[in-house]
Each structure stands twice: as structure tokens, then as C-alpha cells.
Nanobody, 125 residues
């Protein structure tokens, strides 16, 4: 059974940085895209960033573009998200997700097959 486990969340002051990691275990199928999503209290889940595994193409939400970086390991079982210049509006539960097939927009929740349990990121002003 495929499991995704996030780590690296926590509390940070505005302007600070955080690095999130997501490791997949027991994954035996190819993965096309590895993504990060977040959900703030009372809001819908939204895409933050994603990376296509075979060529490394990356996508970012406008809200984090220029201050975030998504990357993968060589084995394509781990995805990272580095976030800098954090803002209070970055607060939320962060989820990693893997899609076996690239079909549709990178931030289409329905495209993703596997999800982590989520990890909290809190940015205080």
C-alpha cells in the first residue's frame, strides 16, 4: 500500500523559511507528477507547486512564485518544497500528492492518486 509521509512543517515567523519533504513508500508504479497542496482553515485545498518527474518541469501557484522551490530526488520517490519569505497567508495544512498519469492541469486535485496525511505550517506575523 502506497504511503506518502510529509515532514518539516511547524511554526515560523513571517519572513522566515521552511522546507517540507514527502517520502513515498511501497510505490511500484511510475509517477508522472509530484505535487504540493495546502488548505487553510475554511478554504478549499489549492495547489502550491508540482514537478513532472520525467523532465523536471515545475509549476507554481502565483501566490508562491518567486519564493518557493519544488524539487525531487533521483529515485523519484521524494518531493521537496522549500518556501522562503513566508507570509501569514501561507498558513495551512500542507499535503503532498502523487499522480500516476499526467492528465489535466497540474493543480487538478482529481488527477492525483496518492495523498499524504498533511502537515501543519503556521506563519505568525
Amino acid at each position: 500500500q502506497v504511503q506518502l509521509v510529509e515532514s518539516g512543517g511547524g511554526s515560523v515567523q513571517a519572513g522566515g523559511s521552511l522546507s517540507l519533504s514527502c517520502v513515498a513508500s511501497a510505490i511500484t508504479t511510475d509517477v508522472c507528477v509530484m505535487g504540493w497542496f495546502r488548505q487553510a482553515a475554511g478554504k478549499e485545498r489549492e495547489g502550491v507547486a508540482a514537478i513532472r518527474t520525467h523532465d523536471g518541469r515545475k509549476w507554481y501557484a502565483d501566490s508562491v512564485k518567486g519564493r518557493s522551490s519544488v524539487s525531487q530526488d533521483n529515485a523519484k520517490t521524494t518531493v521537496y518544497l522549500e518556501m522562503n519569505s513566508l507570509k501569514p497567508e501561507d498558513t495551512g495544512m500542507y499535503y503532498c500528492a502523487f499522480a500516476r498519469v499526467c492528465m489535466g492541469a497540474w493543480d487538478a486535485i482529481s488527477m492525483y492518486d496518492y495523498w499524504g496525511q498533511g502537515i501543519q505550517v503556521t506563519v505568525s506575523s
